[in-house]
Structures are given as structure tokens and as C-alpha cells.
């Protein structure tokens, strides 16, 4: 999908490893159209047009937004896309909606995630959770599925969305060989500890427990709440972790945990109280303990070492 100042490398990337899965499966599994409102040419990022093929009408599959370059004050600008906003609320609730960055500000405003998990670039958490407060907002995620939408942060978050639909389409042969010599690797955590545990990074089979642990509470997480909540034991959860990970399932939750502290630490300017609360630790003490057992440092220290400037 494409309207004004969009950034459309997301789109032709996509596009590209959606042709590529048909190549190396020998048949056409997707067919790509670019829609808009209008059917005139639509400038986007970087001094280009493109012209769509196809009106925005509940007759594809499914529709991915791309997003815009913008600085974290100007990024609502998007809103501005009025026309775009009430084409999407138009389309019926069964429809099929991906969007990752700026442009799952798109999917808010039309409504299309109003009681529904969804996820978006972190520094743009001040802005969203606000402004659209029906929406159950994770942005410790990499990638949301939540019915028939999904959304993803970062500008490049198009390469979840396309992994998660190799994952249900493709057969792994081809879903393997696309990931591996086509996506480009998310980047690396900056704390070794941290590096296996991204969305993109975990075995296929603990991404379900991985999404399950970033939206329970650090007090009520326990190996047999997770078993129960993916159907299974805890004896073959605790086997799949460990032969996955290298590490005992307890541990791995505690890993996971931590990670999305240590994220809201580096990349927010949350009090380290406020961090705890919302993480769901039984007290800041507690907190502070688990931290600095796991990590070796105390929660300030790690923000010192590894913060990022967050935008204004």
C-alpha cells in the first residue's frame, strides 16, 4: 500500500522476497499489487512516484503499510492521511492488515487495532500510548500477531512480517533457504547475554512461550503458567528450551524478562521503579536482585553502559 511520503524500500523489499519464495518453490504463491485511494501517480520518500495497480477495496488477501520518515515530534504527521484512514476503517474487521514503524500509526488511528495486542518502534511509545489507549500496546515485541493483523517495529520490520508469513505459507525447505540468503539479520543485542533472545533470533518453536513471557508478569511467570498456556508439560517445555537454548527453561524466562528491562532501561527514560511496576516484578528490591544476580551490575549501571538517547 502506498500514499504520500511513504518510505517504499520496506514494499520492494518485500516484494522481492515474495518473488523469490515463488521462484525457489516453482510456482506463483503470491501475487503483488501496489494500491492506493487514487489511482494517480503517489509521491513518496525521496523524490520518486510510483503508480498503483489497484484501489484500496477489500479484494486483496491482505494489505502492508509501510512507514515515513519522520523525527519522533513530526511523526503523527502521518495522521494527516485522512483519506487513507477512512478507506481503512472501511474495510470489514475479517480483513488482513500488516504494518510496521510509522505506519502502524495508520492502522490506529482507522481503528484496526482497538483491543488488540500491537506493537511499534519503541521511541514512539510516548506518543502512542496516549493517544490511542484502546489498543493494548507491547513494545518490547518484535513482532505482533493479533487475528488477522500484525504489526512490527522498526524500519525495517517488514522482515518479520515476511518471516511470519514464509513460516505459515512455505514449506521450511524454501522458508529456510529465503531467510537465509535474502533477510538481513536483525541487529545484534548489545548485551551478549540478550543476543539469541529477539524475535528473529529465537527457534521457531519458542516463539509462542517468548511472547507469552513478555506479556506476563515477571511475579506470575513460572514454567508451569507457561506449559499450561501453550498446551503442553512442563517436562517437554523445560526439553524443548533446553535443547533449543542451551539453558534450563527457568532460566531462559529469567533471561527474557530481564531483556525487556533491559530494553525499557536503554531505550526509555522510565524511572527504575516504574520499570519494575510495569514489568511485574513483586517489588523494586526484588528487581534490583534478579538484575544484578543475571547481569552482574545494578539496573542504573547497565543503563550508563548501554543506554541510547531517547528522542524528544
Known amino acids: 500500500m502506498v ?70 515530534r513530526g ?21 488482513r492488515l500488516w504494518s510496521y514503524c510509522a505506519g502502524v500509526v495508520l492502522l490506529a488511528a482507522a481503528r484496526k487495532l482497538d483491543k488488540r495486542t500491537a506493537t511499534a518502534t519503541w521511541w514512539m511509545q510516548p506518543m502512542l500510548e496516549p493517544r490511542f489507549p484502546r489498543v493494548r500496546w507491547s513494545f518490547s515485541e518484535t513482532l505482533v500477531v493479533d487475528g488477522p493483523v500484525a504489526t512490527a517495529s522498526g524500519p525495517h520490520g517488514y522482515l518479520p512480517l515476511v518471516e511470519d508469513l514464509l513460516h ?21 543485542s548489545r548485551h551478549p547475554l540478550f543476543r539469541r533472545l529477539d524475535m528473529m533470533n529465537v527457534e521457531e518453536e519458542l516463539r509462542p512461550l517468548l511472547a507469552h513471557v513478555l506479556r506476563t508478569g515477571a511475579a506470575q511467570l513460572d514454567l508451569r503458567g507457561a506449559a499450561a498456556r501453550l498446551g503442553t508439560s512442563t517436562r517437554t517445555l523445560s526439553r524443548r528450551v533446553l535443547q533449543s537454548s542451551g539453558i534450563s527453561a527457568g532460566e531462559w524466562l529469567r533471561r527474557v524478562k530481564l531483556k525487556q528491562a533491559a530494553d525499557a532501561l536503554t531505550r526509555t527514560s522510565k524511572s527504575v521503579k516504574q520499570i519494575s511496576f510495569e514489568l511485574g516484578f513483586s517489588s523494586e528490591a526484588s528487581f534490583h536482585r534478579t538484575f544484578r544476580e543475571v547481569l552482574g551490575q545494578t539496573p542504573i549501571a547497565f543503563r550508563q553502559s548501554f543506554g541510547e538517547r531517547v528522542g524528544a
Open 3 to 72: 500514499f504520500p511520503g511513504c518510505m517504499p524500500a520496506g514494499l520492494f523489499a518485500t516484494s522481492d522476497l515474495l518473488r523469490a519464495a515463488n521462484e525457489r518453490s516453482g510456482r506463483e504463491l503470491f501475487r503483488v499489487d501496489w494500491v492506493s485511494v487514487t489511482r494517480t501517480p503517489v509521491p513518496v520518500w525521496g523524490g520518486q512516484s510510483l503508480q498503483p495497480t489497484a484501489l484500496l477495496r477489500h479484494e486483496h488477501d491482505a494489505y502492508l503499510l509501510p512507514g515515513i520518515w519522520a523525527t519522533p
Open 75 to 95: 511523526v503523527l504527521e502521518v495522521l494527516e492521511q485522512r483519506a487513507l484512514i477512512e478507506a481503512l476503517r472501511a474495510l470489514p474487521p475479517t480483513a
Open 168 to 188: 505459515r505459507t512455505v514449506e521450511k525447505s524454501v522458508r529456510d533457504d529465503v531467510v537465509e540468503l535474502l533477510m538481513v539479520p536483525q541487529a545484534r
